[in-house]
């Protein structure tokens, strides 16, 4: 149940992330060719965080 429910909110998460980050490109007019790597470095990181945090919860059950 905590899986799925971490999943979900994981799910949730990264895509208000992106859609902010998208935000954050167009108002600071980056150019097209750098904003994958900015979204693949954030999304990258959350992952990780995520993945942190969810066996930082599993162990704590």
Do not use: D, H
């Not at 998460?13 to 935000?23: E, G, H, P």
């Not at 167009?26 to 954030?42: C, D, G, H, L, S």
Request: some cysteine; charged content about 10%.
């Amino acid at each position: 149940m905590l899986a799925l429910l971490f999943g979900l909110f994981s799910l949730f998460y990264l895509f208000v992330i992106n859609s902010l980050t998208n935000a954050l490109c167009v108002q600071k007019e980056i150019p097209a060719e750098r904003q994958p790597k900015i979204f693949r470095t954030i999304n990258l990181l959350l992952t990780i965080l995520l993945t942190s945090t969810y066996v930082e919860l599993w162990l704590a059950t």
